[in-house]
């Protein structure tokens, strides 16, 4: 006798299985099924749209069209024979908080055995950098800027073995090569010097040509470098910042272009606070600003950074107090930009909290008011100093930040405040970058904040935490920014980098796409079901693509050279690999870990 026997379904409620936002749900492989009815939550503003997808181990199981608010739900209907992995993600196609917007409802497994929710996967972190070559490589910027009359200093990045001899040719009257690939002096006529470098060592030989510009802007490429804030809060000291420098240098980054040694909030003033280290009064009788305690000298503090051949740079507001409540600027602009000066620093950024009371409204005037009176103050200082504006995009200020006077500008609030969910505000942030391209270029640039690697500090849990994004956020969190010509501010721990912030950070080929002369950002030449292409046209006439895939599973990319543009002469170089991968022809698909990207630099070759 035959017996037939019907395996038991039981069906799984999503409202019932805790998953996060991009929930992953590991199944069984066996028969059964998902079902859902997906549409724009009612409470999301008029002008929210998403699109819905369901991704499984075999690629793209369900994409919904662009739903807007107010639209019918569409149903999803996924058998699950032969499917192992199935993740949910709903995607903003306007900026917006998916979470907030999407509603899955009446979204149900029915099936054999429970589907286990995946936790993040913690993942071992792989290194895809190879270290550097013994022979000399010079590295970073080959254009720097500064003012005529005003003290210069530029360390030409150059990583191989030491002892190296550095012959630079032709320096404008005034420079001099003070230490090891440090130039510094004073120029006083403006100009373009070109000046042949040439670095040797046991190993090789390396040449190229730096661009000494004049008077013609002083962040002519990204700035590089890095900042106390998401890893010191307001807790930071001049001990820390030494040993940070310090650090910048023993570890290398030097050689890669890094050069910023940044404090943020915290060195000010807090009049309000009872603890003596940084309470008081917060300026003196003649109205100069005061350091709190953790600060006890400045101009030593700076000096000594100028020592490594690193630049220094602080935080203000123009507001009465900073974000963090320490004293601003407000009243006493002139009066700060003297200290900043006299401390002899090279950056400022400059903030916007508390300034919300004392402008009279949120139109552009008032917006840019702030800006143009610290960036007029700066111009006539007898120092330089690059002036990043942190006002976090109000106003469209990527419109108007090079004419108000910046060098940099923010685009959003803080990358980090937010650690639960740093991965998707840096997509969100990240990507979005791409709609504002147009307005960020040489001694003007989009800033979406910092590199958030390494050890950073955990707000809600008020703890030092190891950076959440995976292996694949990192590369593309990296990767994005190089193709955006964003500056480089590393913000995590830097006195002990591991091996794998090392590589993200230190990869030479990576950053020459970031600091290419041209500064032009790349833009998106493919988006389709959660692959996106970027290409960056370089100064050399080549291009940068990167291939990314923000699916929350591995995706086989199939590339079209001939519908990207790009035929049989070109070649392909992996940067992230440093590796010639041969002819276009010979390249069909990428596979690619989950929100993780390759990177690529396009020759075209005679033969
Ligand atoms: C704001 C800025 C941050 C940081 C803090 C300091 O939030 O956006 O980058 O400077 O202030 O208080």
């Known amino acids: 006798m035959l017996l037939s026997c019907t395996p038991k379904m039981t069906e799984y409620k999503l409202s019932d299985l805790e998953a996060g936002s991009e929930p992953h749900f590991h199944l069984d492989g066996r028969k059964g099924s998902f079902t859902a009815s997906v549409g724009v939550n009612d409470q999301a503003e008029s002008s929210a749209s998403l699109v819905f997808y369901v991704f499984t181990n075999r690629g793209i199981a369900f994409q919904s069209e662009v739903m807007h608010k107010g639209d019918a739900p569409q149903r999803i209907h996924i058998e699950l024979k032969g499917i192992t992995d199935l993740c949910l993600v709903a995607e903003p196609v306007s900026g917006g908080n998916a979470n907030e917007l999407a509603d899955w409802e009446d979204a149900k497994f029915l099936v054999q055995t429970p589907p286990v929710v995946l936790e993040e996967e913690v993942e071992v972190r792989y290194i895809l950098t190879p270290p550097p070559a013994a022979a000399p490589r010079i590295n970073g910027a080959k254009i720097t800027g500064a003012s005529p009359g005003k003290p210069f200093l530029f360390t030409v990045a150059v990583t191989g073995e030491r002892p190296i001899t550095f012959v630079a040719e032709n320096l404008p009257e005034g420079l001099t090569v003070n230490r090891e690939t440090t130039i510094t002096g004073t120029c006083e006529k403006a100009g373009t010097y070109r000046v042949p470098l040439t670095v040797s060592n046991r190993a090789g030989t390396c040449r190229d040509t730096l661009e000494i510009v004049i008077g013609g802007g002083l962040a002519l490429t990204p700035h590089m470098g890095w900042n106390s804030w998401y890893i010191h809060q307001l807790g930071v000291t001049q001990e820390i910042m030494e040993k940070s420098a310090q650090a910048m240098y023993d570890h290398g980054l030097v050689n890669y272009g890094y050069t910023f040694v940044n404090i943020d909030d915290g060195w000010e003033i807090k009049a309000d606070s009872d603890d003596p280290v940084v309470g008081g009064a917060p300026r003196n009788p003649n109205g100069t600003i005061r350091t709190n305690r953790n600060f006890p000298d400045m101009k030593r503090m700076t000096r000594f950074i100028h020592s490594l051949g690193l630049k220094a740079g602080l935080y203000s507001s123009p507001g009465r107090t900073t974000c963090g409540g320490y004293t601003g600027s407000f009243g006493h602009e002139a009066q700060d930009i003297r200290s900043f000066v006299d401390w002899e620093f090279d950056f400022l950024k400059y903030d916007w909290c508390s300034y919300g009371n004392e402008a009279k409204s949120n139109e552009l005037d008032e917006l840019k008011k702030p800006y143009l009176l610290i960036s007029k103050l700066i111009r006539e200082a007898k120092r330089d100093i690059v002036l990043n504006m942190c006002q976090y995009g109000m106003g469209d200020v990527w419109k108007w930040g090079k004419e ?49 690697f390494g050890n950073i500090y955990d707000w809600k849990n008020q703890r030092v935490m190891l950076s959440p994004y995976s292996s694949g956020e990192h590369y593309t969190c990296m990767t994005l920014w190089c193709m955006l010509s964003a500056p480089l501010i590393f913000s995590g721990e ?32 493919y988006n389709e079901g959660m692959i996106e292409i970027w290409e960056k046209e370089l100064s050399d006439g080549n291009t940068a693509l990167a291939i990314f895939n923000r699916r929350p599973l591995q995706a086989t990319v199939d590339i079209d050279w001939k519908a990207l543009g790009y035929d049989d002469s070109h070649h392909a170089r992996d940067l992230w690999r440093q590796k010639e991968l041969g002819k276009t022809s010979s390249i069909a698909s990428f596979d690619i870990p989950r929100h993780d990207c390759v990177m690529l630099k396009m020759k075209r070759t005679s033969s």
């Open 404 to 452: 108000a006077g910046g060098n940099s500008w923010r685009t959003t609030g803080d990358l980090g405040w937010n650690t639960q969910q740093l991965s998707a505000s840096m997509f969100q942030i990240g990507f979005f970058q791409e709609q504002i391209r147009e307005y960020s270029g040489p001694d003007g640039w989009n800033d979406p904040d910092y590199l958030l």
């Open 494 to 525: 830097i006195t002990t980098l591991d091996d794998f912030t090392k590589n993200i950070l230190c990869n030479a080929e990576v950053i020459d796409i970031d600091q290419d002369r041209l500064g032009k950002p790349g833009r998106c030449i």
